[in-house]
Protein backbone atom coordinates (compact mmCIF):
# COMPACT_ATOMS: atom_id res chain seq x y z
CA UNK A 1 0.00 0.00 0.00
CA UNK A 2 1.36 3.59 -0.92
CA UNK A 3 2.20 5.49 2.07
CA UNK A 4 2.68 9.03 1.79
CA UNK A 5 4.80 11.02 4.43
CA UNK A 6 5.07 15.14 4.66
CA UNK A 7 7.37 16.78 6.45
CA UNK A 8 7.46 18.81 8.45
CA UNK A 9 3.59 19.14 9.42
CA UNK A 10 4.10 23.00 10.23
CA UNK A 11 6.29 25.72 9.28
CA UNK A 12 6.47 29.31 10.58
CA UNK A 13 8.45 31.93 8.30
CA UNK A 14 8.60 35.47 8.39
CA UNK A 15 7.76 37.27 4.68
CA UNK A 16 9.74 37.19 2.49
CA UNK A 17 11.71 33.77 3.41
CA UNK A 18 11.75 31.40 0.47
CA UNK A 19 9.45 27.52 1.71
CA UNK A 20 10.59 23.85 1.39
CA UNK A 21 8.04 21.26 1.77
CA UNK A 22 8.69 17.80 0.91
CA UNK A 23 6.80 14.75 0.61
CA UNK A 24 7.57 11.38 0.51
CA UNK A 25 6.30 7.85 -1.01
CA UNK A 26 6.88 4.44 -0.45
CA UNK A 27 5.96 3.05 -3.89
CA UNK A 28 7.40 4.61 -6.77
CA UNK A 29 5.25 3.28 -9.25
CA UNK A 30 3.61 6.44 -9.53
CA UNK A 31 1.79 7.95 -12.76
CA UNK A 32 1.47 11.59 -11.25
CA UNK A 33 2.23 13.70 -8.53
CA UNK A 34 -0.02 16.85 -8.00
CA UNK A 35 0.76 19.57 -4.99
CA UNK A 36 -2.59 21.34 -3.63
CA UNK A 37 -3.42 23.98 -1.38
CA UNK A 38 -6.14 24.19 1.39
CA UNK A 39 -7.43 27.03 3.19
CA UNK A 40 -9.12 26.40 6.53
CA UNK A 41 -12.64 25.11 5.96
CA UNK A 42 -12.34 24.85 2.16
CA UNK A 43 -11.64 22.61 -0.58
CA UNK A 44 -8.53 21.98 -2.23
CA UNK A 45 -6.58 23.87 -4.76
CA UNK A 46 -4.68 22.27 -7.25
CA UNK A 47 -1.54 24.34 -7.52
CA UNK A 48 0.86 21.79 -9.89
CA UNK A 49 1.18 18.29 -11.74
CA UNK A 50 4.27 16.44 -12.60
CA UNK A 51 3.81 13.50 -14.36
CA UNK A 52 6.02 10.41 -13.62
CA UNK A 53 8.32 11.71 -16.97
CA UNK A 54 9.52 15.43 -15.45
CA UNK A 55 11.67 16.20 -13.14
CA UNK A 56 10.12 19.40 -12.53
CA UNK A 57 7.08 21.99 -12.63
CA UNK A 58 6.88 25.27 -12.06
CA UNK A 59 4.17 28.28 -11.79
CA UNK A 60 5.12 32.13 -10.62
CA UNK A 61 7.07 31.87 -7.40
CA UNK A 62 5.96 27.59 -7.17
CA UNK A 63 8.31 24.91 -8.26
CA UNK A 64 7.90 21.71 -7.59
CA UNK A 65 10.73 18.75 -7.89
CA UNK A 66 10.01 14.86 -8.29
CA UNK A 67 12.98 12.03 -7.93
CA UNK A 68 10.43 9.36 -8.43
CA UNK A 69 13.20 6.48 -7.93
CA UNK A 70 14.02 8.02 -4.58
CA UNK A 71 10.30 8.59 -3.90
CA UNK A 72 10.45 12.07 -3.06
CA UNK A 73 8.96 15.38 -3.97
CA UNK A 74 9.91 19.24 -3.40
CA UNK A 75 7.71 21.66 -3.43
CA UNK A 76 9.41 25.52 -3.48
CA UNK A 77 7.48 28.55 -2.59
CA UNK A 78 9.66 31.65 -3.29
CA UNK A 79 9.45 35.08 -1.31
CA UNK A 80 7.00 34.18 0.52
CA UNK A 81 3.92 35.94 1.48
CA UNK A 82 1.08 35.98 4.68
CA UNK A 83 -1.32 34.97 1.92
CA UNK A 84 0.82 31.91 1.44
CA UNK A 85 -0.55 30.87 4.46
CA UNK A 86 -1.72 27.40 4.15
CA UNK A 87 -1.96 23.54 4.40
CA UNK A 88 0.10 22.07 1.36
CA UNK A 89 -0.77 18.90 0.11
CA UNK A 90 0.72 16.24 -2.28
CA UNK A 91 -0.61 13.13 -3.37
CA UNK A 92 0.47 10.61 -5.75
CA UNK A 93 -1.32 8.61 -8.13
CA UNK A 94 -0.33 5.16 -9.34
CA UNK A 95 -1.77 3.90 -12.94
CA UNK A 96 -5.45 4.20 -11.80
CA UNK A 97 -6.80 7.10 -10.71
CA UNK A 98 -6.85 6.56 -7.13
CA UNK A 99 -5.02 9.43 -5.36
CA UNK A 100 -3.07 8.80 -2.03
CA UNK A 101 -2.72 11.81 0.11
CA UNK A 102 -0.35 12.69 2.38
CA UNK A 103 -1.38 14.60 5.89
CA UNK A 104 0.08 17.71 4.60
CA UNK A 105 2.42 20.19 6.05
CA UNK A 106 0.31 23.94 7.65
CA UNK A 107 2.70 26.91 6.73
CA UNK A 108 2.26 30.12 8.79
CA UNK A 109 4.14 33.00 7.11
CA UNK A 110 4.44 35.95 9.48
CA UNK A 111 4.43 39.51 8.16
CA UNK B 1 -17.09 26.87 -15.53
CA UNK B 2 -18.29 26.97 -11.91
CA UNK B 3 -15.71 24.26 -10.70
CA UNK B 4 -17.67 21.26 -8.69
CA UNK B 5 -20.44 22.29 -7.25
CA UNK B 6 -21.19 20.52 -3.78
CA UNK B 7 -24.64 20.69 -1.40
CA UNK B 8 -25.56 21.33 1.00
CA UNK B 9 -22.09 23.34 2.56
CA UNK B 10 -23.06 21.85 6.17
CA UNK B 11 -25.34 19.01 7.50
CA UNK B 12 -26.27 18.27 11.27
CA UNK B 13 -27.88 15.13 11.63
CA UNK B 14 -29.20 13.29 14.70
CA UNK B 15 -27.13 9.54 14.54
CA UNK B 16 -30.35 6.89 13.13
CA UNK B 17 -31.24 9.38 10.36
CA UNK B 18 -29.95 9.61 6.50
CA UNK B 19 -28.06 12.18 4.64
CA UNK B 20 -27.76 12.85 1.07
CA UNK B 21 -25.00 14.48 -0.26
CA UNK B 22 -24.88 16.15 -3.78
CA UNK B 23 -22.39 16.95 -6.29
CA UNK B 24 -22.05 18.48 -9.91
CA UNK B 25 -18.68 17.54 -11.43
CA UNK B 26 -17.21 20.05 -14.02
CA UNK B 27 -18.75 20.08 -17.33
CA UNK B 28 -17.02 16.99 -19.44
CA UNK B 29 -15.03 15.71 -17.32
CA UNK B 30 -16.04 11.81 -17.62
CA UNK B 31 -13.88 10.72 -13.51
CA UNK B 32 -16.12 11.82 -10.39
CA UNK B 33 -14.51 11.33 -6.92
CA UNK B 34 -15.61 11.04 -3.37
CA UNK B 35 -13.44 11.62 -0.26
CA UNK B 36 -13.88 12.16 3.54
CA UNK B 37 -11.71 13.93 5.28
CA UNK B 38 -10.44 13.73 9.26
CA UNK B 39 -8.04 14.73 11.65
CA UNK B 40 -7.23 11.35 12.49
CA UNK B 41 -7.18 9.56 9.05
CA UNK B 42 -7.07 12.55 6.49
CA UNK B 43 -7.89 12.65 2.80
CA UNK B 44 -9.52 9.13 2.30
CA UNK B 45 -10.77 8.04 -1.50
CA UNK B 46 -14.58 6.57 -0.84
CA UNK B 47 -15.37 5.42 -4.39
CA UNK B 48 -14.90 6.55 -8.01
CA UNK B 49 -16.37 6.73 -11.46
CA UNK B 50 -15.95 6.95 -15.01
CA UNK B 51 -18.71 7.58 -17.42
CA UNK B 52 -21.41 7.11 -14.31
CA UNK B 53 -20.11 3.73 -14.01
CA UNK B 54 -18.61 2.86 -10.01
CA UNK B 55 -15.03 1.60 -11.01
CA UNK B 56 -13.27 0.95 -7.09
CA UNK B 57 -15.87 1.67 -3.68
CA UNK B 58 -13.17 -0.04 -1.75
CA UNK B 59 -12.49 3.06 0.21
CA UNK B 60 -16.44 2.70 1.19
CA UNK B 61 -16.29 1.88 4.94
CA UNK B 62 -19.57 -0.16 5.62
CA UNK B 63 -23.05 -0.83 3.84
CA UNK B 64 -24.31 2.24 5.42
CA UNK B 65 -22.77 4.09 2.67
CA UNK B 66 -23.84 4.13 -0.72
CA UNK B 67 -23.02 6.33 -3.77
CA UNK B 68 -24.78 6.96 -7.40
CA UNK B 69 -24.06 8.68 -10.36
CA UNK B 70 -27.43 8.43 -12.47
CA UNK B 71 -25.99 10.89 -14.97
CA UNK B 72 -22.83 12.60 -16.35
CA UNK B 73 -23.82 16.01 -14.51
CA UNK B 74 -25.27 14.42 -10.60
CA UNK B 75 -23.80 12.24 -8.09
CA UNK B 76 -24.71 11.44 -4.52
CA UNK B 77 -23.30 9.82 -1.41
CA UNK B 78 -25.53 8.74 0.72
CA UNK B 79 -25.52 7.38 4.41
CA UNK B 80 -28.21 5.58 6.16
CA UNK B 81 -28.36 5.39 9.25
CA UNK B 82 -26.34 8.07 10.14
CA UNK B 83 -23.37 7.78 13.48
CA UNK B 84 -21.41 10.32 15.10
CA UNK B 85 -17.82 8.42 13.77
CA UNK B 86 -19.02 9.61 10.49
CA UNK B 87 -19.12 13.69 10.75
CA UNK B 88 -16.52 14.84 8.26
CA UNK B 89 -15.80 17.20 5.45
CA UNK B 90 -17.04 15.08 2.28
CA UNK B 91 -15.51 16.04 -0.89
CA UNK B 92 -16.79 15.39 -4.41
CA UNK B 93 -13.58 16.06 -7.03
CA UNK B 94 -13.63 15.50 -11.44
CA UNK B 95 -10.93 14.95 -13.83
CA UNK B 96 -10.86 14.00 -17.37
CA UNK B 97 -9.66 10.78 -18.44
CA UNK B 98 -6.49 12.39 -20.23
CA UNK B 99 -3.15 11.14 -19.47
CA UNK B 100 -2.87 13.90 -17.46
CA UNK B 101 -5.97 13.67 -15.35
CA UNK B 102 -5.66 16.29 -13.11
CA UNK B 103 -8.37 16.02 -10.30
CA UNK B 104 -10.21 18.98 -9.23
CA UNK B 105 -12.13 19.82 -5.98
CA UNK B 106 -14.92 20.71 -4.64
CA UNK B 107 -15.67 23.27 -1.65
CA UNK B 108 -16.70 19.92 0.81
CA UNK B 109 -19.92 19.04 2.65
CA UNK B 110 -19.16 19.64 6.80
CA UNK B 111 -21.27 16.45 8.34
CA UNK B 112 -21.60 16.65 12.07
CA UNK B 113 -23.78 14.06 13.57
CA UNK B 114 -24.74 14.55 16.68
Known amino acids: KQEVTQIPAALSVPEGENLVLNCSFT??????LQWFRQDPGKGLTSLLL?????REQTSGRLNASLDKSSGRSTLYIAASQPGDSATYLC??????????FGAGTTVTVRA | DAGVIQSPRHEVTEMGQEVTLRCKPI?????LFWYRQTMMRGLELLIY????????DSGMPEDRFSAKMPNASFSTLKIQPSEPRDSAVYFCASSTGTVIGEQYFGPGTRLTVT
Open chain 2, 27 to 31: SGHDY
Open chain 2, 49 to 56: FNNNVPID
Open chain 1, 27 to 32: DSAIYN
Open chain 1, 50 to 54: IQSSQ
Open chain 1, 91 to 100: AVRPNDYKLS
